[in-house]
């Protein structure tokens, strides 16, 4: 139907009025978008523009060195070395299998390795390099570039990474590094970045792990260009980080080595203290274990070895362990010393007074045994630290009471957490009537008194502290031992101590007792005297029961410790210090399950005491004449095992 004028005339109308509306209505969109649009180009120029160049530049961390860890001569005991790794991407290779079959016919790869690092493959973004070997040699560089046309997304890079030229002789001081692990993470409350870093290493053990913030230093950064999907382009530019302080221990590396070398073939524990200021010059622990084997992941068959999981007991004999600190043993005659200056200053024993011994003490109802069954007869304090008679401690104990004893015990050093740069190290126990209320919920006995009078029953030390004991009772000080000498350069505080505040005529008597036990023909480590004059040696042998000897066994006759299995043999332990007038050095020596403290013990604690007193190899004078042959003997048989070790970075292996 045919629309009349005044129809067409309305329409037209309305059309503009839409039009007009729509119009505005773009107008507005379009004059807002440009607003939008000036403001971002000018107003927010600044802001939008370092968003875009946080898009395409990624700031990285660059690991800065390792401080470096020296002995008291300078020689290096932890140091970084260069080394070449092989890196590859997943999205480089194509096909991993292939590639990887082809790398590890042109160059061994440990299976180990090889499976984790296809693991990695899988795991990661296709462009990020994974290792798949490191440490390995410049020949097998070689190879791999040679056969680069064959082995996309193979790469061989210079790296960096913690040795250890001391190897097994350190291991227990020094400790080793390995890569950073989530338990780590979640045991340390460190926000340090560089622990993100994709197997940075930190300390995991003893001095590497205590000081670890000192030694780790601080991180560079690096500026890259990335593009869309996060590859790296190229370096932009670099700031190095603040490489971590050097270290340098008390420690003499020839000693330790000397040390190391005397306790093989033994599980045993050895501790020498200058005690002139406390420095710890020698302290070793056996069987050792090499720490470089850890720097790049341990093979879970040789972990197994190292915690001897295939070995059958009793012959456990812990090589990952530092029985230096971490062991502790009942000190048995070692104690003696304790008991008997706890009497003297307590004013209830006279150093000339007797008691006699007939080979036990009856305590009620308990027979408590001596070690010599028919006993020793009349003792005063010098003949029973020299001839190392039970009784005589039995009776003093009983007059003195155990919180005396146990208050001088702490004075010595023993019952104390000595803080060193050493993971794990314990405490030990100085027993006394509050602590067995406390740990055992039960009162004080006279016989736990008369066992702990000779070193036993509840009293535990490591070598440690009897190393501290006796250089307290050689100088009448303080001693504290001291394992880091400087960081940086700068020293640390001296061990040296203040006075102990006790009688010296006390400690004369002690200290005089304990020279007749190395020098007197009737004391129980004249066998293994120093015959030097200038050097002569004060000692006190210790044995240490690790089972319970029943009354029809001292019946029948008590088993030699030769004719019981390994574990079940007492310990073996000797402390002295020399030169006896003039004391320079105390050492402690424990021989688990060694049998007797004066064959065990005693000349292990000899040798190493010359060794630090000559500064290397003693002359056969210094032993008595009737030892030379075995010694010259024994010297030849350690020879091999000794290094010419000198101070710097360069040392020679044998």
């Not at 401690?393 to 005396?404: C, E, L, P, T």
């Not at 203040?498 to 007749?516: F, K, P, W």
């Not at 010297?635 to 095992?641: A, D, F, M």
Request: glycine letters at 8%; charged letters at 25%.
């Amino acid at each position: 139907m045919k629309k009349g004028p005044k129809e067409t005339e309305e329409g037209a109308r309305r059309l503009s009025r839409r039009a007009m509306l729509l119009g505005s209505a773009q107008a507005a969109i379009v004059a807002t978008l440009g607003a939008r649009m000036a403001s971002m180009q000018v107003d927010q120029a600044d802001t939008f523009r370092m968003l875009a160049e946080e898009n395409r530049i990624n700031i990285g961390l660059i690991p800065p060195a390792r401080g470096l860890v020296y002995d008291i001569n300078g020689v290096v005991l932890a140091d970084n070395e260069q080394h070449y790794s092989i890196t590859m991407t997943r999205e480089g290779a194509g096909d991993v299998d292939e590639v990887l079959a082809r790398l590890d016919r042109i160059i061994a790869l440990d299976p180990e390795r090889l499976e984790k690092a296809r693991g990695e493959l899988k795991a990661r973004s296709p462009f990020v390099p994974v290792t798949v070997a490191e440490r390995i040699s410049w020949e097998d560089v070689s190879r791999v570039t040679v056969n680069a046309p064959a082995l996309p997304g193979v790469v061989a890079e210079l790296g960096r990474s913690r040795i250890y030229p001391q190897g097994p002789d350190m291991a227990h001081v020094v400790g080793y590094v390995g890569p950073v692990s989530d338990y780590d993470l979640s045991q340390i409350d460190d926000q340090d970045p560089l622990l993100q870093i994709p197997r940075f290493q930190i300390g995991k053990t003893m001095v590497e792990n205590r000081m670890e913030r000192d030694l780790r230093g601080s991180a560079g950064t690096k500026r890259v260009e990335v593009n869309a999907a996060g590859r790296v382009m190229r370096e932009l530019d670099r700031v190095e980080g603040i490489p971590g302080a050097d270290v340098q221990l008390t420690v003499d590396a020839r000693l330790q080595n000397y040390v190391q070398a005397r306790l093989s073939g033994e599980s045993a524990a050895a501790v020498v203290i200058d005690v002139t200021n406390g420095d710890v010059v020698g302290i070793g622990s056996a069987p050792s274990y090499d720490p470089n084997v850890f720097v790049t992941g341990i093979s879970t068959k040789l972990w197994d070895e190292l915690n001897e999981r295939e070995v059958e007991a009793p012959l456990h004999r812990r090589p990952l362990a530092a029985k230096t600190v971490q062991g502790t043993y009942p000190p048995g005659s070692t104690f003696k010393m304790v008991t008997a200056l706890a009497a003297l200053e307590d004013g209830k024993v006279d150093a000339d007074e007797t008691v006699r011994c007939v080979g036990h003490t009856d305590v009620f109802d308990v027979r408590f045994h001596c070690w010599r069954r028919s006993g020793h007869g009349n003792m005063n304090l010098n003949e029973s630290l020299k001839q190392s008679c039970d009784v005589y401690y039995y009776d003093i104990a009983q007059r003195v009471g155990i919180d005396k004893i146990a208050a001088m015990g702490r004075k010595l050093g023993l019952g104390e957490r000595h803080e060193l740069p050493m993971s794990a190290i314990r405490s030990g126990i100085m027993p006394d009537k509050a602590w067995k209320r406390e740990a055992r919920g039960e009162d004080w006995r006279i016989g736990d008194t008369v066992n702990a009078s000779i070193g036993q029953g509840y009293v535990s030390t490591s070598p440690l502290q009897l190393a501290v004991m006796t250089a307290r009772i050689a100088t009448g000080r303080s001693v504290t031992p001291r394992l880091v000498r400087s960081i940086d350069g700068v020293e640390e505080p001296s061990g040296a101590g203040e006075s102990l505040g006790l009688n010296e005529n006390n400690l004369r008597r002690i200290r005089s007792a304990m020279y007749d036990v190395s020098n007197h023909s009737r004391g129980t480590a004249y066998r293994t005297r120093i015959a030097a004059q200038e050097f002569r040696m004060a000692g006190k042998t210790g044995t240490s029961q690790v089972r319970r000897i029943t009354q029809a066994e001292r019946d029948a006759g008590v088993t030699r410790n030769a004719d019981l299995p390994w574990n079940r043999r007492d310990h073996a332990l000797f402390v002295s210090f020399a030169p006896a007038d003039n004391p320079k050095y105390a050492v402690a020596v424990v021989v688990e399950h060694g049998g007797g403290g004066s064959t065990a013990a005693a000349p292990i604690a000899r040798d190493v005491m010359l060794q630090a007193l000559y500064g290397g190899t003693p002359p056969l004078s210094a032993y008595p004449s009737a030892s030379r042959s075995a010694i010259a003997a024994q010297q030849r048989r350690l020879e091999p095992l000794l290094r010419e070790i000198r101070p710097g970075r360069d040392t020679d292996e044998a």
